[in-house]
């Protein structure tokens, strides 16, 4: 079944120690983000690849990262962890004239 | 800028009742508009959509939504609720279709489906 991957399901680092996410697709979309979701909160969107044009929110702290290297691939990065960061990491994709964005199972972290 | 209202943050109702969790929208031009649901510690499933055509849209689970755009609301329903139901539901706007317009969510309503 086509589908959207992420892995770990959950993660844990220390304060300060660069983790990295990773969000892999079957669907062949050429839209990919990432959302931040803190405590049964609204979805925050961070940023979004459109292809391999990345786009950032206006308000998506330096210390988070992405990365595309191809179509099924999408890495979240973050640089330095802090206590604050500590939510459910939620990967999506959608198609070029996409209506439908189709969320992957999310990472929940965990920084101690 | 697009916004969605969701007004109640929790719905409570008995199995087998009727159930409507409230969305209200705004947005410039065509609204494009979503439900999701959301089971603990899982990705946001995605549940119906109305992008133009009929009103009246039906989507997974025996879930349907009406858009009404005199009242610019977009009201999840289901005739008959189970408590397998019982879950956070997320209302969505997109202000276009281009991949890169974002997706605006509602604050979530809780569900809970009593036996």
């Known amino acids: 079944d086509a589908m959207v991957i992420q892995n770990p399901r959950y993660q844990v680092t220390q304060f300060g120690k660069p983790v990295t996410l990773s969000c892999s697709q079957t669907?062949?979309?050429?839209?990919m983000y990432w959302y931040q979701q803190k405590s049964s909160q609204a979805p925050k969107l961070l940023f979004h690849?459109?292809?391999?044009?990345?786009?950032n929110e206006a308000d998506t702290p330096d210390n988070f990262q992405s990365r595309r290297p191809n179509t099924s691939f999408c890495f979240l990065d973050i640089r330095s962890p802090g206590l604050g960061d500590a939510a459910m990491y939620l990967c999506?994709?959608?198609?070029?004239?996409?209506?439908?964005?189709?969320f992957g199972p999310g990472t929940r972290l965990l920084v101690l | 800028a697009q916004s969605v209202a969701q007004p109640e943050d929790q719905v409570n109702v008995a199995e087998g009742n009727p159930l409507t969790v409230k969305c209200t929208y705004s947005?410039?031009?065509?609204?494009?508009l979503f439900w999701y649901v959301q089971y603990p510690n899982r990705g946001l499933q995605f549940l119906l959509k109305?992008?133009?055509?009929?009103?009246l849209v039906k989507g997974s689970y025996g879930f349907e939504a009406e858009f009404n755009k005199s009242q610019t609301s977009f009201h999840l329903k289901k005739p008959s609720a189970l408590v397998s139901d019982s879950a956070l539901y997320f209302c969505?706007?997109?202000?276009?279709?281009?991949?890169?317009?974002?997706?605006?969510f509602g604050k979530g309503t809780r569900l809970s489906v009593i036996a």
């Open positions: 947005v410039s031009g065509n609204p494009y």
């Open positions: 969505a706007v997109r202000a276009g279709l281009r991949g890169n317009t974002p997706l605006v």
């Open positions: 109305y992008i133009t055509g009929d009103n």
């Open positions: 690849y459109y292809d391999k044009d990345f786009n």
């Open positions: 669907l062949n979309h050429n839209v």
């Open positions: 999506a994709t959608g198609g070029t004239a996409g209506e439908t964005q189709y």
